[in-house]
């Protein structure tokens, strides 16, 4: 009994020392659950608005030479890369009918020339006149529309860019030849009706082509189509590029419209996280000790910032350090810098 009161004593400050270090071991558990983390706050900068779209370089005037009907191609006088006037001509079609008119227009003229002395003497009547002179004007314009599906002009001053056919070929659906002028270029390109009273014409823009990378070239919006789509609500816009003998249709252009200025949120680029497998945004804010997870819609980059058109409001907390370690409502602790 004696050695009995001896142990006791030992067995309650076994205890004792075992509860108190489970209550330092749980301490230091949720101490470690705590996650150490740097903050920013969103705030409001002034921020200018540039869209930026994508567009193909087109010709402002294309001219596609084709016959009225189909037929032979006698001859292509020219190659890709001339340069043509106004009123050239281009391609002569088979014109063994235009030969047979012209004989026929030159006997009627000797007709009607005979004839005149003729109704001098009394020797034929003027209706035989009249008749005669109608058969020269209906020939003479069948001969014009001949002329015009045989000998194609160029319409305008340009540069033969495509010729599909040779010599001896039949006039099928593609054009024999296409002409453009280089010197007026445009891009189109479609934007949200959001910005249609913003948008107007004669409104400066940029353009980059990716064959001269980040060179940056101007233009002006020539056009704002009057309708909105309302399958896309967006509309057209028609912009006029300076093209300094350098940009050629065809090229793929980035258009960018600068709509002014606003107020918007911005935060550390250091700030956002873009998801694995798509093209979501995040960031992490805090709020009363705690992380939370939320999704953001990012705008314009701008140098070490990104712009935040939704998802947060200026004033909050987002971390800028430590994100790889957190989740959604994870305890955080802000470290000041």
């Given at each position: 009994?004696?050695?009995?009161?001896?142990?006791?004593?030992?067995l309650g400050?076994?205890?004792?020392?075992s509860c108190g270090g489970k209550k330092q071991e749980t301490e230091a558990t949720e101490a470690d659950a705590v996650v150490k983390v740097k903050t920013t706050t969103a705030r409001l900068q002034s921020v200018n608005q540039i869209s930026t779209y994508t567009a193909n370089v087109e010709s402002d005037i294309v001219n596609q030479i084709t016959p009225a009907m189909p037929g032979r191609i006698e001859k292509?006088?020219?190659?890709?890369?001339?340069?043509?006037?106004?009123?050239?001509?281009?391609?002569?079609?088979?014109?063994?009918?235009?030969?047979?008119?012209?004989?026929?227009?030159?006997?009627?003229?000797?007709?009607?020339?005979?004839?005149?002395?003729?109704?001098?003497?009394?020797g034929v009547s003027q209706q035989t006149l009249d008749q005669v002179k109608t058969q020269i004007d209906v020939l003479k314009a069948a001969i014009k529309n001949i002329k015009e599906n045989t000998?194609?002009?160029?319409?305008?001053?340009?540069?033969?860019?495509?010729?599909?056919y040779d010599n001896g070929n039949v006039f099928a659906q593609l054009p024999i030849l296409t002409v453009q002028q280089l010197s007026r270029l445009k891009a189109v390109i479609n934007v949200s009706e959001a910005l249609f009273a913003k948008v107007k014409v004669g409104m400066p823009?940029?353009?980059?082509?990716?064959?001269y990378g980040d060179e940056e070239f101007t233009g002006k919006v020539s056009l704002v189509y009057p309708a909105i789509d309302a399958a896309t609500h967006t509309f057209g816009i028609k912009v006029a590029i300076n093209p300094n003998n350098r940009i050629r249709p065809g090229m793929y252009a980035r258009v960018s419209l600068n709509l002014g200025?606003?107020?918007?949120?911005v935060v550390p680029d250091m700030a956002v996280i873009k998801q694995s497998g798509s093209n979501d945004r995040n960031v992490f804010t805090v709020k009363d000790g705690h992380a939370k997870f939320?999704?953001?819609e990012v705008g314009q980059r701008l140098g070490d910032q990104y712009e935040i058109v939704s998802g947060i409001v200026s004033g909050q907390e987002v971390v800028t350090a430590g994100?790889?370690?957190?989740?959604?409502?994870?305890?955080v602790e802000v470290i000041k810098n």
């Open positions: 009994m004696k050695n009995l009161f001896k142990v006791l004593p030992l400050l076994g205890i004792l020392i292509i006088y020219v190659e890709i890369g001339d340069r043509v006037t106004a009123g050239q001509l281009l391609v002569q079609m088979e014109s063994s009918n235009l030969q047979q008119q012209s004989t026929q227009l030159a006997n009627l003229e000797k007709d009607y020339e005979r004839y005149t002395q003729l109704l001098e003497v009394g000998q194609l002009l160029s319409p305008i001053d340009g540069v033969v860019t495509a010729r599909n823009v940029t353009l980059k082509m990716d064959v200025t606003s107020q918007s949120i939320q999704k953001v994100q790889t370690r957190l989740l959604d409502g994870i305890a």
